[in-house]
């Protein structure tokens, strides 16, 4: 489903002009994330539970990890980059094909996909450098930081705290930007004083703000809350939540919600029913 859904926005938009505008365009970089994220995750545990091989090889377990700490922290960032073109969008119409121009859309991609590749270079790196034992048996369904951290012998007391602060920096300057721009958005259609500006922002903004908490949420309890709310049977529900459910939900979140996507899709299958 997640696969699925996430192809066929991509498509959507790829193959019809009336959605080449810069939201699609974040749409489209957004769903491309969501099927690598649980491509990254899912086949090698559905392999696992399948044929009981329950092993990983100490290269593959930080490749995972690089690419999983690449795309939550590029979805970190493009999450607030929406937010500002929300914002842009609503408060300044007329500016807006300048301020969300094609060459302004593509350096905050290229901006969002580099930090999170910062962070993945970064956090793997230091993370298997750690001495561990010989065996590993990582209670969890794949090889995330904090649970591989655990297996290691040495004092990663340090690590874990410089750790958390790059997390909480990563999640407070995305929450900052979009707290920001949903405030000036408020702050704009309330001084609009009309019913039917509150109606156009709440359908523009409410399926984003929807993925928001889903994401963020899950975010927040991973690596802000402290060690002594986590468990590890918890911690693997919130990471199925997190890794699975949330890449099935967000394609339907922003198709179903989102009145330009089911027309132009309407609009598709009755010329694919003429022809």
């Not at 790829?14 to 505008?21: E, K, R, V, Y």
């Not at 842009?88 to 807006?96: D, M």
Request: net charge neutral; hydrophobic share 50%; glycine share 4%.
């Amino acid at each position: 489903m997640a696969l699925t859904g996430s192809s066929v926005l991509i498509l959507l938009i790829h193959f019809d002009a009336h959605l080449h505008s810069p939201i699609y365009f974040f749409i489209n970089q957004l769903s491309l994330m969501d099927a690598m994220y649980i491509s990254v995750t899912v086949p090698k545990m559905l392999i696992d539970q399948v044929m009981g091989i329950n092993k990983f090889s100490a290269s593959a377990c930080g490749r995972q990890m690089f690419l999983y700490v690449t795309i939550a922290g590029s979805e970190f960032s493009f999450l607030a980059a929406m937010a500002y073109d929300r914002y842009v969008v609503i408060c300044y119409p007329l500016r807006y094909p300048v301020l969300m121009s094609h060459k302004v859309c593509f350096l905050l991609a290229s901006g969002c996909w580099f930090l999170g590749s910062v962070d993945g270079f970064m956090l793997t790196a230091i993370t298997i450098t750690f001495p561990f034992c010989r065996s590993w048996e990582i209670h969890h369904f794949f090889c995330e930081v904090p649970a591989v951290m655990k297996l290691s012998f040495s004092d990663t007391s340090l690590y874990e705290t410089v750790m958390y602060l790059c997390c909480v920096l990563m999640l407070l300057i995305p929450v900052t930007v979009i707290s920001s721009s949903y405030f000036f958005i408020l702050l704009t259609i309330h001084r609009m004083n009309s019913a039917e500006g509150w109606k156009k922002a709440f359908a523009t903004c409410s399926s984003h703000m929807t993925v928001v908490i889903f994401f963020y949420g899950a975010a927040v309890y991973t690596y802000i809350l402290p060690n002594s709310y986590h468990t590890p049977e918890k911690d693997m529900v919130v990471f199925v939540f997190y890794t699975i459910i949330t890449p099935v939900l967000n394609p339907l979140i922003y198709s179903l919600r989102n009145k330009d996507v089911i027309r132009r899709s309407e609009e598709n299958v009755e010329c694919g029913t003429c022809l």
